[in-house]
């Protein structure tokens, strides 16, 4: 079930590029994305990946602002 939620998290970033776009060359790469998307999850396990919980819960409103 996670797959339609980081996919809408991924089309909004994308509609956002100037907050994806890490190193200043108007691309965003994917990369820059996968980076963004998990640098703003919220915890939920242990510190980092976790088996059960992955990088944790995607923060949609986090990554766009």
């Known amino acids: 079930m996670a797959a339609p939620h980081v996919t ?3 089309a909004l970033l994308l ?4 907050r994806v776009d ?6 965003c790469i994917p990369n820059e994305v996968k ?4 640098s703003t999850t919220i ?3 242990v510190p980092g990946k976790y088996d059960f919980y992955g990088f ?4 949609v ?5």
């Open 43 to 45: 915890d939920l396990g």
């Open 56 to 59: 944790g819960l995607i923060n």
């Open 35 to 38: 980076e963004r998307v998990e």
């Open 15 to 18: 509609s956002t590029p100037a």
């Open 8 to 10: 809408g998290d991924v």
């Open 22 to 27: 890490t190193n200043g060359d108007g691309i």
């Open 61 to 65: 409103f986090s990554a766009i602002n």
